[in-house]
């Protein structure tokens, strides 16, 4: 049996090329902000849902795509009166990685996402049906269990991500600003917070870097992140050390590198958020992989997060 930190390792790591979900259900289910080691597409098919990301809320239309890079703050707000339908799919960064070539860079969908602070995509009626098509063919290829199928599938998921990519590359249709909803201050303030994660970021110094009351500072941060602004630090700061310590930098070295300058709070806080120390963490992570390159299967137990 698993223990709950593990478990919950499990569902912010991904050791495959990718996974595939496609979901329809009704649930009266509120989730919490989280954010996951890996990069995610959502297609949103049916039902009434707004996607919070990093400040920013969307309300979503059918087949609308959202890119949600790793270590990005999400949630989901869902009407549970209606079938919420949607496909999402989790993202290996390496994979993408090894995949691309020097003028086609695979991860650069969710590095536009990231830059222009706009993690959605709505296609156009023509766009539309190839994707469909291709999403057809790939869902297709996961189920059957033929020979080469694992080919099959890695073929279809890189057709998919040349394609988003070259639409994201691409002129876009202009969005229905009332279907995005954020307050730009907290914003641009979120972008600072990412880009100066080893700066001092006390309430004080980001209040009169933005010109901006700091209760005002605080009240808003809150309502539009549903973190306060010393948590949401916090959780940047141990989620990108997480990812040092997954590669193998030590976690002294780790916290330093992400703005922690006490390494006995650095561990606390650690081992608080991911219920291991680094140590622990680090061997656990080891594990996983172990694990998966052993068998080289697919664990259909894998634990799911939307």
């Known amino acids: 049996m698993e223990n709950n930190a593990l478990v919950n390792i499990k569902k912010g790591y991904l050791n495959e090329d990718f996974r595939f979900f496609h979901l329809k259900d009704k649930k009266n289910e509120e989730h919490a ?25 969307y309300k979503l239309r059918p087949w609308d795509i959202l890119f949600v890079g790793s270590n990005e703050l999400h949630r989901p707000i869902i009407d549970s009166n209606e079938f919420y339908e949607r496909i999402i799919i989790w993202v290996n960064s390496d994979f993408l990685k090894k995949q691309s070539t020097e003028d086609s ?59 988003l990519n070259r639409l994201m590359l691409g002129p876009k249709i202009k969005k229905d600003e009332k279907d995005i909803q954020y307050d730009e201050r907290i914003v641009n303030i979120l972008s600072y917070i990412n880009e100066h994660l080893t700066s001092d970021l006390s309430i004080e110094n980001i209040a009169a870097k933005f010109y901006i009351n700091r209760y005002y ?41 992400c703005g922690f300058n006490d390494y006995s709070s650095f561990v606390r806080a650690f081992k608080k958020s991911f219920g291991l120390s680094p140590k622990q963490y680090f061997k656990a992570i080891k594990e996983i992989q172990h694990s998966y390159s052993k068998d080289n299967e697919v664990d259909r137990d894998y634990p799911f997060r939307e």
């Open 105 to 163: 860079e695979l991860l650069t969908c969710f590095n536009i996402a990231v830059k222009e602070k706009l993690n959605l995509f709505r296609l156009s009626s023509e766009n539309l049906l190839l994707i469909k098509d291709i999403l057809f063919y790939l869902e297709k290829a996961i189920k059957e269990k033929d020979f080469g199928g694992r080919q099959l599938q890695n073929a279809y998921f890189i057709q998919l991500i040349v394609y």
């Open 217 to 257: 500072l605080m009240h808003n941060f809150k309502n539009q992140t549903g973190y306060t602004l010393h948590n949401y630090i916090l959780e940047k700061r141990l989620a990108k050390a997480a990812g040092f310590i997954k590669n193998g930098i030590q976690a002294i070295r780790a916290s330093e590198q």
């Open 33 to 57: 902000f989280h954010y996951h080691d890996f990069n995610k597409i959502v297609i949103f098919i049916s039902g009434s849902v707004t996607y919070a990301i990093e400040g920013k809320y």
